[in-house]
């Protein structure tokens, strides 16, 4: 009889628990059992380790195989598990050394010749498998998706690669570590929007402070065009922030991309999309469009033509930041925290309000379109802007272009850098007594909005939302108190609660 224990880990949702490898050899007649949840891939190994082991000239143990994933109650997929499980069998029949598998974490699929392919969702693991201060050894495929997470990796071709280098025949040296750039590609420049001042404002004002914003407008009025210029302005993310991003990628089957790197993602789902395509879900469950956008921005075009459920679904991430998706299989919880801009009509036809437009839509079927937004919904949008149709005079050649995106994006990361000196976050995402101290009013402004607050019976979290726009519109002034145009500006800002388009 003979124990080996091999380290690897399962991928559920976003984490990577550790999952130990136990194989057993014991006297009976010859066979191959594994057990601890294992799925249909996981279950059809046997065939490809059997087959990888013979043809890499390594001997077939004519025993009683028993292979355990533990922990045995949780759910254990892919063929990640390959060649952990054929290198374990190589130490329980004593043709490897088990003590060279210490500090050493194992991923890959076998395929029949013994050569390692890739397995998806490797970055979570390399994460969290240096948090526990491992090693890997993975499909050299997977090399540059691992290094990314700073841990030591080597990465091999086959098998027989592998077990070289475990027995001190023929080393595999440390991969280098993966270092890209921000690259900035060309963006759509906000010298292109002609004539949309107030549109343009509030956009910079969501992009330093990372609010939610809404757009309102009749077709035509660039209220699209806008939502597309806002990651050019936004800063890039931090190497924590692509990390956890590209991280969400790796779990999708997609690798990180050196164009792309810490390039703020942007996601624009269809309106016909289902509840689980924006959140997530399915059997596994996967990330949706949400955390697809995490630590970058959700547009959602045409807002009250998607259906009313899947609106409501985004309540809970817009505050906290998460979602969590529950399955008869457990609970998984996906990073989303994202910015929300959207963009809507005035009405069905798009036309109510537009003097150059004759709008034919009746009051009651005005108040259906818009009552598809529900209240708490437009609660949590800080910015409620009306994009009215520019004049034809700023559409002209010879007008006067825009503010270039490059100069807007200079004001913004200014005014980032001084919350994060603050408290580490944006102003979007103050809490409790941050928020109390950064936003704090003096007289003046404070009775202001409060009358405000009264006049358009502002919610506590309209209140509150407000202060936190009036304190990222003095951050773009570089002002350090909020004065009464600040508080001023905020609430022009938010035009559905004046129900000027009512």
């Not at 009651?364 to 409620?384: F, N, Q």
């Not at 994006?409 to 109390?436: D, K, P």
């Not at 404070?446 to 006049?455: G, N, P, R, S, V």
Request: hydrophobic share 40%; aromatic share 4%; with cysteine.
């Amino acid at each position: 009889m003979s124990l080996a224990i091999v380290k690897s880990r399962a991928q559920l949702g976003t984490e990577a628990p550790r999952v130990n490898i136990e194989v057993f050899l014991s006297g009976g007649l010859p066979s191959f059992s594994i057990v601890g949840m294992a799925e249909t891939a996981v279950r059809e190994s046997k065939d490809r380790v059997r087959s990888a082991l013979i043809s890499s000239g390594f001997k077939w143990p004519q025993e009683r195989i028993t292979v355990s994933l533990a922990p045995a109650d949780m759910r254990k997929s892919g063929g990640r598990f390959d060649l952990a499980i054929a290198l374990g069998i190589l130490a329980a029949s004593r043709q490897l050394p088990a003590e060279s598998f210490d500090g050493i974490e194992f991923y890959g699929e076998l395929s029949l010749d013994g050569d390692l392919r890739p397995v998806p969702a490797l970055l979570p693991a390399a994460i969290q498998a240096r948090q526990a201060g491992r090693s890997l050894l993975v499909p050299q495929p997977n090399a540059a998706e691992a290094t990314l997470a700073e841990s030591e990796v080597r990465a091999a071709r086959d098998l027989v690669a592998v077990v070289a280098h475990l027995s001190g025949a023929q080393s595999i040296q440390p991969e280098a570590r993966t270092r890209w750039r921000a690259v900035r590609r060309d963006e759509p420049d906000l010298a292109d929007v002609r004539g949309q001042a107030q549109a343009v404002r509030a956009l910079e004002i969501a992009a330093a402070g990372g609010h939610n914003l809404l757009y309102i407008g009749p077709p035509g009025t660039g209220k699209s065009m806008l939502a597309r210029r806002l990651t050019g302005i936004l800063p890039a993310m931090t190497e924590e922030e692509a990390l956890a991003t590209a991280a969400i990628g790796s779990v999708l089957g997609r690798q990180p991309e050196p164009s792309s790197w810490r390039r703020r993602p942007f996601r624009a789902p269809h309106h016909t999309a289902s509840p689980a395509a924006l959140v997530g879900g399915g059997p596994g469950p996967a990330p949706g469009e949400i955390s697809r956008a995490h630590n970058g921005v959700l547009f959602l075009d045409e807002l009250p033509e998607f259906n009313r459920n899947v609106l409501e679904v985004l309540r809970e991430p817009l505050e906290a930041g998460v979602i969590t998706i529950a399955r008869a299989g457990g609970r998984h919880d996906f990073p989303a925290n994202f910015q929300l801009i959207a963009a809507m009509n005035p009405c069905p036809c798009g036309y109510l309000g537009d003097p150059r437009g004759d709008c034919g839509c009746s009051a009651e079927r005005v108040a259906t379109y818009r009552g598809k937004v529900s209240g708490p919904l437009l609660d949590r949008i800080d910015l409620h802007v009306e994009v009215r149709r520019p004049s034809r005079a700023a559409l002209r050649d010879d007008a006067p272009a825009g503010e270039k995106t490059r100069s807007v994006a200079a004001r913004v990361t200014r005014a980032r850098r001084l919350q994060l000196r603050r408290f580490g976050t944006c102003n979007a995402r103050l809490r409790g007594s941050q928020l109390g101290e950064t936003c704090r009013l003096s007289p003046q402004p404070l009775a202001l909005l409060e009358k405000a607050a009264d006049t358009f019976n502002l919610s506590a979290r309209a209140y509150q939302r407000v202060r936190r726009v009036a304190r990222t519109i003095a951050d773009l002034a570089g002002n350090d108190d909020i004065d009464v145009a600040h508080v001023a500006e905020a609430l022009s800002l938010r035009q559905l609660d004046k129900k000027k388009l009512l």
